[in-house]
């Protein structure tokens, strides 16, 4: 019987290989697997550098409050709670190194506005930038495949445009694959999906150089 | 939408004016997804939050720009609103490919991308809501 729900459960889930006692980074990717996606996974990381605008290693050095969305001027927001967090730039691996601003890139996520069920059970916990911001693992390195989305906002209608960056300073977004993080332990976690779930050449990643590696040796070839 | 949750399961679905307590009530949105086709989020669990447990209200957004690149774009559509309801009731990305939980383009026009699978009915879906 014990068994049998091992197989389930390792039928069920996606498995993350974060080194013990990361308990930022594990909370930062508990609260980011809260919205999941349906995406159109690439065969390696090298694809997945091509079809992106920047692709660096960097490291998380801030994070701010950022745009909020509604679908209709006057809606309430809803689950459509972004911040923005900075990452500096150590080294560009593909593309165009001009969406940083003064090195840093402006990375948008998504977190909901509200999670779990409170201590004990007893209710909703408001999740908002101040709660996110205690799970966003500061200093950690990872490589980020970046899109330019400056100017395609999730809605139309946009609150606080501008919000979390400087005047003038790129928005980007990572897509699924392409949020990495490195552990203490040097074992690279992806924040969105675990690496598991993804091909093989994605699956035998063991570390941020394979990872760098691999999208080097693309970009020269 | 045909979905099967009706036929297939112990679920019904209905188009409904007010929110039920005793059911899982899904906002559909269109979205830039930036990349994505679906996304899922659970607005307010019934438990304290698990990844594959179920949801009280969830929103669920669908990008029809990106649903559309490539071909079977009808399908497609019926494969990525049954993924996403399919996270609603605790269905997760898994690794069968027999069903609507893959990511990404269908491979054929087969009903098989559109329906969950008899794991996903027996053991999860069922056995919240049987």
């Given at each position: 019987?014990?068994l049998?729900?091992?197989?389930i459960?390792?039928?069920c889930?996606s498995?993350?290989?974060?080194?013990?006692?990361?308990?930022r980074?594990a909370?930062?990717v508990s609260?980011?697997?809260?919205?999941t996606?349906?995406y159109?996974p690439?065969a390696?990381?090298a694809?997945l550098?091509?079809?992106?605008d920047l692709v660096i290693v960097g490291?998380?050095?801030?994070?701010e409050k950022?745009?909020?969305?509604?679908?209709?001027?006057g809606a309430e927001?809803d689950?459509?709670?972004?911040?923005v967090?900075q990452?500096?730039?150590?080294e560009?691996?593909?593309?165009?190194a001009?969406?940083?601003a003064?090195?840093?890139?402006?990375?948008?996520?998504?977190?909901p506005?509200?999670?779990g069920?409170?201590?004990?059970?007893?209710?909703?916990v408001?999740f908002?930038?101040a709660?996110f911001e205690?799970?966003?693992?500061?200093g950690?390195s990872g490589?980020f495949f970046l899109e330019d989305?400056?100017?395609?906002p999730?809605y139309?209608f946009v609150?606080d445009?501008?919000?979390g960056r400087?005047?003038?300073?790129?928005?980007?977004a990572t897509p699924v694959?392409?949020?990495l993080?490195?552990?203490?332990d040097?074992?690279?976690?992806s924040?969105y999906?675990?690496l598991?779930?993804?091909?093989s050449?994605?699956?035998q990643?063991e570390?941020?150089?394979?990872l760098?590696l691999a999208i080097v040796?693309?970009?020269?070839? | 939408?045909?979905?099967?949750l009706d036929?297939d399961t112990?679920?019904s679905?209905?188009f409904?004016a007010?929110c039920?307590?005793?059911s899982?009530?899904?906002?559909?949105?269109?979205?830039?997804?930036?990349?994505?086709?679906g996304?899922?989020?659970?607005?307010?669990?019934f438990?304290?939050?698990?990844?594959?447990?179920i949801?009280?209200v969830?929103?669920?957004r669908?990008d029809p720009?990106?649903?559309?690149i490539?071909?079977n774009d009808?399908?497609?559509?019926k494969?990525?609103?049954?993924?996403?309801v399919g996270?609603?009731?605790?269905?997760q990305?898994?690794d069968?490919k027999?069903?609507c939980m893959?990511?990404?383009?269908i491979p054929?026009?087969?009903a098989t991308w559109r329906?969950?699978?008899?794991?996903?009915?027996?053991?999860?879906?069922?056995?919240?809501y049987?």
């Amino acid at each position: 019987m014990i068994l049998a729900g091992a197989l389930i459960l390792a039928a069920c889930s996606s498995a993350t290989s974060i080194a013990e006692g990361d308990d930022r980074l594990a909370s930062f990717v508990s609260a980011m697997r809260v919205v999941t996606y349906d995406y159109e996974p690439t065969a390696t990381p090298a694809d997945l550098a091509k079809a992106s605008d920047l692709v660096i290693v960097g490291e998380i050095v801030g994070v701010e409050k950022g745009q909020s969305y509604v679908p209709l001027p006057g809606a309430e927001v809803d689950g459509d709670v972004s911040s923005v967090i900075q990452v500096k730039v150590d080294e560009t691996l593909f593309g165009d190194a001009a969406l940083a601003a003064d090195g840093i890139v402006h990375l948008q996520v998504t977190h909901p506005a509200y999670v779990g069920d409170g201590p004990g059970g007893e209710g909703l916990v408001p999740f908002d930038h101040a709660a996110f911001e205690a799970t966003v693992p500061i200093g950690t390195s990872g490589v980020f495949f970046l899109e330019d989305i400056t100017d395609r906002p999730v809605y139309e209608f946009v609150i606080d445009e501008g919000a979390g960056r400087p005047a003038g300073a790129a928005l980007c977004a990572t897509p699924v694959q392409g949020f990495l993080l490195e552990s203490r332990d040097g074992s690279l976690v992806s924040v969105y999906e675990g690496l598991d779930s993804m091909a093989s050449a994605w699956r035998q990643l063991e570390s941020m150089d394979d990872l760098r590696l691999a999208i080097v040796e693309a970009s020269t070839s | 939408m045909n979905i099967s949750l009706d036929r297939d399961t112990l679920m019904s679905d209905l188009f409904s004016a007010t929110c039920d307590p005793a059911s899982t009530d899904v906002k559909w949105l269109d979205a830039n997804l930036g990349g994505s086709r679906g996304e899922y989020i659970c607005l307010e669990p019934f438990t304290p939050y698990e990844p594959d447990g179920i949801c009280f209200v969830a929103r669920i957004r669908l990008d029809p720009d990106q649903i559309n690149i490539g071909s079977n774009d009808a399908e497609d559509r019926k494969k990525t609103a049954c993924h996403e309801v399919g996270h609603s009731v605790g269905l997760q990305h898994g690794d069968d490919k027999t069903d609507c939980m893959i990511n990404g383009e269908i491979p054929d026009t087969s009903a098989t991308w559109r329906t969950f699978n008899g794991h996903h009915i027996a053991a999860h879906i069922d056995s919240y809501y049987g």
